[in-house]
């Protein structure tokens, strides 16, 4: 079987891996006070160019999110995020949990739009009732998003505008960041200068596991090792996150994975596209989403995993395939080989 | 100013008022333990032929939700209800606040169908990542709906036999029942029946303030009144929601009022269909949804107090007109003479 | 059966009675934006001459109580509170269910001190894991305490001092403050002044239920009615509240009641102290805390109400007696008189 | 510096590690789903003889805690523990930011007693104002306890039992379990014979991170993925935590690690009292409290970390050493040697 169902199929990449090795002997203080995760933190401020940002080491996205999004929020607001959005569909109501109530927006691709954040606050103000309503409080938004397409810096500085003219701080869901990084005009000072808060996701990326949190906002700043601890998310051997990043960002690893993630879903793209197979969303990212023949996505089920996403219609299926760090020219060739022969 | 704005604008009906002075200076014990509240308790067992529900008085409807969807749920479960609904929309996430999402179904008319419950579950347990999902854990509706439509008994039967199938307790939300107890063919009895919890609310039908939970499921009653005390609802001097409920019950008097309050309602819903004025949705309760020119309804406000609902398009808006326990025939008299005359 | 078990036995005095009954026709906008409502906050804002204060009214003490601690503290933060805090004790967690954790200190007489708010806070600073911890975001004290005691306006400007100097919003429980004002040097304008929110309690001193909300520091007032519709206490009829506390607040009704509540205790407890009977605790206000004999216990028993508190020993039992506005004087002199015959 | 501050200073135990970068190219599914974890899951099972028993990997402690005891508690419910117990003192509130009051008991060596678990529920149901308090609901303990202490299998059956009286489900946090089976009579069969579900702590015992829940209640097992989820705790590369774990559990290497930790704890226990030093508590596990004189200890500071933990007197203070898997006998050789030279 080889396996395209997912981003986190294996384990580290060599460099990673090599890292976690060679510091498994010394001995440091724990829960991320140690100087690994010093010097990660001080090569993620450089590289945002954002000398005075807080950042944070989490083990996971879920967790991360729960985390900012519970230190941003007074009880009474909300999370404005598209129907589609992580938070708002895979988190098991991780952000509900906190007490606070995700705001859905339509979005046919997975974006959010800065005209939707004016008139979503537009409507509440202007409502009578609005006492009665929960309160937007922050957006989030995810690059790239659930379905692998990313932002432009124009739609971000937007978006960053919009949110701003609110008064709601601006969250970035950075998991795939790497791929977003690759396929987009975004690059990470400019999340640093637009967002109040995003992450650099390591666990889609080719770490074993682990989230950077870039926190621009002072505010939200404040006392958040605090909530990382009460959200579980405060590793006691906190150097792992340290020593993997900063592995991670020497010499742009973090660059050259997610280049790497993207060039090989673009080869299977134009495979699918070669074949006649349509896109259910045209993804630049390394989550590749064609519309398959039943009979077709049966024949590859054999050999391949992969995700089951949508129903077309009776004899079409829209699936996911995702590639990997580890993902090889031999596994992309073997599948681009079967499509061809199907 | 007339106010149609809502059914809660005046104070008691003399009947409930009369029984509050008369029993003022009466010393009972407190948070509910009182005969009151006890035979009030007995005469709507009585009237749902429910001898084994729980009966619990609370202040208002907000609580009343909140406290009996935190009664049923596990922390991963969410509640649901179409998008229009109460605790959707309308009391500032008070059910996210207690940790849980509010699964909101698509509706036009402000009613789930039993066909969407099964949908959704059917669905949520196919998805192979349905663990990262909230898990559907209760069905929650309003009779009437915010809409002021309402269930028929073979619906309502429907919708129960559903949540059952998904083993989902299902919690009716009465705050303008005795409107709905007019206007449809579902009784108490059938409530206590299909329903593991409902409530007959107070507030809207002539009570200071009030709902009565009728809890058939001895699952969700256990320690129902440790929850009520949490949740801010016990009320100290608890004989009030006792006297008053007695009265409410006593001859009648819910049915009278609902009765009343809905046949005004007709009366103001026959005079905007004779002016020509669509109803935005059609209601056969206590609220009424017609689409007024601009014009008419600038006009209107100079005398009467309404809510302004949703803009319908450029020259006309839907508002909604209440009638309530106090509404006279004088207030409805003027109104359709003055729509009549426009 | 002579009732001495709390102070909300009875229903309304006469005058907060006449007022509701003087009103009950009237048509008013719900939800406290009334004109009873606005009337009585700027009767109470001049009262504490605090012209900028938020004034809000709500049902009950709980729910106030954990609706104004939910408005201070972020998720990690909780509420430093004696351990015979209202809060820590008979609110069936109220503050834990919206997040947060009470700090429990220990005091004999029901009092916190200022010189505890310094220590627990160095303490907590000065620990190496403190972000481990749950941060001191707030003081809580109730006045009078649960035991009936009363802080000096000398103890207070310390404690408020202290919070200050810690940077913790310091709000004051006045469910019962009528008897406060009538047994200490403390007037609403300290309160004002000193704290940065604080209630007087409507409930236990004559009215049907109320609570008035007084929040000095704008920080805590912004978007607070959002959190009063969330934890439910936005009452429907708002006006109620609103005709109660302008009766309350008019001519000293709100002085005059809590001095007679007090001043009928101070009978009780004369007669205590006559029979030889020790005082669990030496309270100055309505609740008197006698240690009896169990066979005096017994007797009275038969004929009064009242509440059992702890265990002194073997042969004797601390219980409560509680005055309240309808407290008559032949009542307590019945009283006086059976503990005489004892 | 020789560590001695905590049990989770440097990386994994050689075995692990291997284990590790022998099967980090393996592609598995992800969140725990995979073939190792369901390996280990089946090793514990086995040892534990409880074949019918949910096993669940989770990264860390607090994530752990949490998630058991919100899937085991009703919104009303509390969890009885000791003052000093890891979720009421050392975990940013967790507990309470998932609505729960930690129910604290006294207890001079960190343990409970089945006596006081009697004693709280006797006295919380005899307590007439019971459901204005929050609800005992779940028994937690710690094995080692914070102090280091330990249980006899003869008080955990009665502990069980008492657990059991009141229908309270019994959780047993094992951060350090591997050092409790070490120096207690109590084995693993026991723990999943008398608890509702314990954990076998991973993390201070020479993994990188992970700990095993074992559930042998299968309520409390039910959906118990979605409370990981939602908490969290659900690692996506799961598979670490079943490699390191089929590692761990594999030719007793748990039990090895947990008895070399306490054997060099007990090789500084006896340099302590050789040297008259009191023990501040007298653990027979891998942490250590001995008392110093602060010339002592400042002396020991140059060369050692170890943790402050408590003031004894002016020229006193109570400290902790720790040992861990990688703690060797040269650290421990010269810790000791410069303690008798002191």
Same mark, same amino acid.
């Given at each position: +079987?080889?396996?395209?169902?997912?981003?986190?199929?294996?384990?580290?990449?060599?460099?990673?891996?090599?890292?976690?090795?060679?510091?498994?002997?010394?001995?440091?203080?724990?829960?991320?006070?140690?100087?690994?995760?010093?010097?990660?933190?001080?090569?993620?401020?450089?590289?945002?160019?954002?000398?005075?940002? $807080?950042?944070?080491?989490?083990?996971?996205?879920?967790?991360?999110?729960?985390?900012?999004?519970? @230190?941003?929020?007074?009880?009474?607001?909300?999370?404005?995020?598209?129907?589609?959005?992580?938070?708002?569909?895979?988190?098991?109501?991780?952000?509900?949990?906190? $007490?606070?109530?995700?705001?859905?927006?339509?979005?046919?691709? /997975?974006?959010?739009? !800065?005209?939707?954040?004016?008139?979503?606050?537009?409507?509440?103000?202007?409502?009578?009732?609005?006492?009665?309503?929960?309160?937007?409080?922050?957006?989030?938004?995810?690059?790239?998003?659930?379905?692998?397409?990313?932002?432009?810096? @124009?739609?971000?500085?937007?978006?960053?505008?919009?949110?701003?003219?609110?008064?709601?701080?601006?969250?970035?869901? $950075?998991?795939?960041?790497?791929?977003?990084?690759?396929?987009?005009?975004?690059?990470?000072?400019?999340?640093?200068?637009?967002?109040?808060?995003?992450?650099?996701? /390591?666990?889609?990326?080719?770490?074993?596991? /682990?989230? !950077?949190?870039?926190?621009?906002?002072?505010?939200?700043?404040?006392?958040?090792?605090?909530?990382?601890?009460?959200?579980?998310?405060?590793?006691?051997?906190?150097?792992?996150?340290?020593?993997?990043?900063?592995?991670?960002?020497?010499?742009?690893?973090?660059?050259?994975?997610?280049?790497?993630?993207?060039?090989?879903?673009?080869?299977?793209?134009?495979?699918?596209?070669?074949?006649?197979?349509?896109?259910?969303?045209?993804?630049?990212?390394?989550?590749?989403?064609?519309?398959?023949?039943?009979?077709? +996505?049966?024949?590859?089920?054999?050999?391949?995993?992969?995700?089951?996403?949508?129903?077309?219609?009776?004899?079409?299926?829209?699936?996911?395939?995702?590639?990997?760090?580890?993902?090889?020219?031999?596994?992309?060739?073997?599948?681009?080989?079967?499509?061809? +022969?199907?």
């Amino acid at each position: +079987m080889i396996r395209f169902e997912c981003d986190y199929t294996t384990g580290a990449h060599p460099k990673i891996l090599e890292a976690l090795v060679n510091t498994n002997g010394e001995a440091c203080p724990g829960y991320g006070e140690d100087p690994h995760c010093e010097r990660a933190g001080a090569m993620l401020r450089e590289l945002c160019r954002a000398p005075e940002a $807080g950042v944070h080491f989490l083990v996971g996205g879920t967790q991360t999110n729960a985390t900012v999004i519970a @230190a941003a929020l007074r009880p009474h607001q909300g999370v404005l995020c598209v129907e589609t959005g992580h938070i708002n569909v895979h988190e098991t109501g991780a952000v509900e949990a906190s $007490g606070h109530k995700v705001l859905a927006l339509p979005a046919e691709d /997975g974006k959010i739009a !800065a005209r939707q954040i004016d008139e979503y606050c537009r409507e509440h103000y202007n409502n009578a009732a609005w006492e009665h309503m929960v309160q937007p409080g922050m957006v989030y938004l995810s690059h790239p998003t659930e379905l692998g397409t990313v932002y432009t810096l @124009a739609e971000l500085e937007q978006i960053s505008a919009a949110a701003r003219r609110w008064k709601l701080p601006l969250f970035v869901d $950075g998991a795939r960041l790497p791929c977003g990084l690759a396929a987009s005009d975004i690059a990470l000072p400019d999340l640093a200068r637009l967002c109040d808060a995003f992450y650099l996701g /390591g666990t889609k990326a080719g770490l074993l596991f /682990g989230e !950077a949190v870039v926190i621009a906002n002072p505010a939200l700043n404040k006392d958040f090792r605090y909530l990382i601890k009460q959200h579980g998310g405060m590793l006691a051997k906190g150097r792992l996150l340290g020593v993997q990043f900063e592995a991670f960002l020497t010499d742009g690893l973090f660059l050259e994975i997610g280049r790497r993630e993207t060039a090989q879903a673009m080869r299977l793209r134009d495979a699918f596209q070669a074949k006649g197979w349509p896109l259910f969303v045209d993804s630049p990212t390394n989550q590749q989403f064609p519309v398959l023949p039943n009979g077709a +996505m049966a024949a590859l089920e054999e050999k391949y995993s992969f995700e089951v996403w949508a129903k077309a219609d009776k004899s079409h299926t829209a699936v996911r395939f995702c590639t990997g760090w580890s993902t090889t020219d031999a596994d992309v060739d073997a599948l681009i080989e079967d499509i061809r +022969m199907l």
